[in-house]
C-alpha cells in the first residue's frame, strides 16, 4: 500500500505564497505520475497541476503563471509552490500520485491540506 502525507497549507493573504509537499511511502517500485488536485467547497475536484517521471508538466489554465510544480524521484516528493495566489485559490488541495508498486499498479491520494487565501 501507498501513503502520502502532505504538509504546507494553511492562511495567507492574496498576493501571498505557500509551498506545498507531498511525501509518498510504501514499496514502491517506481512512480509515473504526480500531482495535485483542488476542491472548493459546492464545487468538484479539479486538476491543478501534474508532472510525469520525465519532468513534462500540465497546469490548469487558472494557475498558469502563477504555480509551479516538481519533484524529487529520490525522495518520492511532488512540491507545488504557488504564488500570487487568490481568494479563487481557497480550496482543499490533495495530492495523487500513480506508479508500481510491489502489488502492482496504484493510484493513490493524499488526506488534503487547507489553503484559504483571504482577500
Known amino acids: 500500500q501507498v501513503h502520502l502525507v502532505e504538509s504546507g497549507g494553511g492562511l495567507v493573504q492574496a498576493g501571498g505564497s505557500l509551498r506545498l509537499s507531498c511525501a509518498a511511502s510504501?514499496?514502491?517500485?517506481?512512480?509515473?505520475?504526480m500531482g495535485w488536485y483542488r476542491q472548493a467547497p459546492g464545487n468538484q475536484r479539479e486538476l491543478v497541476a501534474t508532472?510525469?517521471?520525465?519532468?513534462?508538466?500540465n497546469y490548469a489554465d487558472s494557475v498558469k503563471g502563477r504555480f509551479a510544480i516538481s519533484r524529487d524521484n529520490a525522495k518520492n516528493t511532488v512540491y507545488l509552490q504557488m504564488d500570487s495566489l487568490k481568494p479563487e485559490d481557497t480550496a482543499v488541495y490533495y495530492c495523487?500520485?500513480?506508479?508500481?508498486?510491489?502489488?502492482?499498479?496504484?493510484?493513490?491520494w493524499g488526506q488534503g491540506t487547507q489553503v484559504t487565501v483571504s482577500s
Open positions: 510504501g514499496r514502491i517500485l517506481s512512480i509515473n505520475t
Open positions: 508532472i510525469t517521471a520525465g519532468g513534462v508538466t
Open positions: 495523487y500520485t500513480r506508479g508500481l508498486s510491489i502489488s502492482g499498479i496504484f493510484n493513490s
